[in-house]
C-alpha cells in the first residue's frame, strides 16, 4: 500500500508538471506507471492533469478494466497497455501534447535523431506514428511497430507519447522531446540544419549503450521532492 501511494504522489505531481508546462491543457493527457504484473494505476479521463487528487487516481488490469477507483479510466489506456505488454523494462507512461512537438506531429514530420546528439543519446530518435482515432484500439496499432525500439513517439496530428523505466525519467523524455522539436524548429526558422554524420551517430550509440549499463546498476527511488499529500478515501 506504500509504494501504490508513492505512485499516486508521483502521478499528481508529474500531472502537474505538464500542466505547468503548457504540455497539456483542460482535461487532455494522460499518465500511467506499473504497479505489478497484473495492474497499473493511471489518470482518470476528464479532470485536469494540474488539479487531480490522490484519490481521482485509477487501478486497471492489464486489459484496462476498472479495478479500483470512482472516476471513469482514461480514453487512451489501450496505448498504455500496448507499451507495457511489448515493453517489460518500462514501468510507466507519458501522453501529453506540447505544442512544439505536437505541431511536427501536425505537420507530419519526424524529428531527426542525427541534428542533436542529446537526441540520440537520451531518445534513440522520435518516429512519427500514422494517425488514427483517440481512444481507439486502432491508435495502439499504429504504435506497435514503433514501441519496441523506441521510447518517444509522435503521434500524428495528435501529441506524442513517452515511457520509462520509471514515472521520472517518462516525464523527463517528455521535456527532451519538446525541447529537441523547439531545436529543431529554430534551424528551420533559420534555414539550416547541419546534421551528423553516420559515424559520428555510430559513436553516440556506443556512448549510449555504456551509459544505459552503467545506470543499470543504480535501483530506482522514490523522487524525495514529492509532496507528502494524504490520500482521502
Do not use: W
Not at 43 to 54: H, W
Not at 70 to 91: F, K, Q
Not at 149 to 177: C, F, P, Q, S, W
Not at 190 to 199: C, F, I, M, S, Y
Request: proline fraction near 6%; charged fraction near 20%; charge should be neutral.
Amino acid at each position: 500500500m506504500r509504494r501504490e501511494i508513492r505512485y499516486r504522489q508521483e502521478l499528481v505531481h508529474f500531472g502537474k508538471l505538464l500542466h505547468e508546462h503548457g504540455y497539456v491543457a483542460a482535461t487532455n493527457g494522460n499518465l500511467s506507471v506499473r504497479l505489478d504484473g497484473q495492474s497499473l494505476l493511471v489518470t482518470p479521463t476528464s479532470v485536469s492533469k494540474g488539479m487531480m487528487r490522490l484519490q481521482d487516481l485509477i487501478v486497471v488490469d492489464m486489459g484496462g478494466r476498472n479495478l479500483a477507483g470512482r472516476g471513469s479510466v482514461t480514453s487512451e489506456i489501450a496505448m498504455h497497455v500496448l507499451i507495457y505488454r511489448m515493453r517489460s523494462d518500462m514501468n510507466a507512461a507519458v501522453h501529453a501534447h506540447p505544442p512544439v512537438a505536437t505541431g511536427y506531429a501536425a505537420a507530419g514530420i519526424p524529428l531527426k535523431p542525427a541534428l542533436v546528439c542529446e537526441a540520440v543519446i537520451g531518445l534513440r530518435g522520435v518516429p512519427l506514428a500514422p494517425y488514427a482515432t483517440p481512444g481507439t484500439a486502432d491508435l495502439a496499432d499504429t504504435l506497435r511497430p514503433l514501441v519496441p525500439e523506441h521510447e518517444a513517439i509522435l503521434i500524428a496530428n495528435h501529441g506524442v507519447v513517452t515511457y520509462g523505466e520509471d514515472l521520472l525519467r517518462a516525464y523527463l523524455k517528455m521535456e527532451l522531446v519538446e525541447h529537441f522539436a523547439t531545436i529543431s524548429l529554430v534551424t528551420k526558422l533559420l534555414g539550416q540544419e547541419h546534421l551528423l554524420n553516420a559515424e559520428e551517430m555510430e559513436r553516440l550509440r556506443e556512448h549510449r549503450q555504456h551509459r544505459s549499463k552503467k545506470s543499470s546498476h543504480f535501483p530506482n527511488a522514490a523522487p524525495s521532492f514529492l509532496p507528502q499529500e494524504r490520500m482521502l478515501l
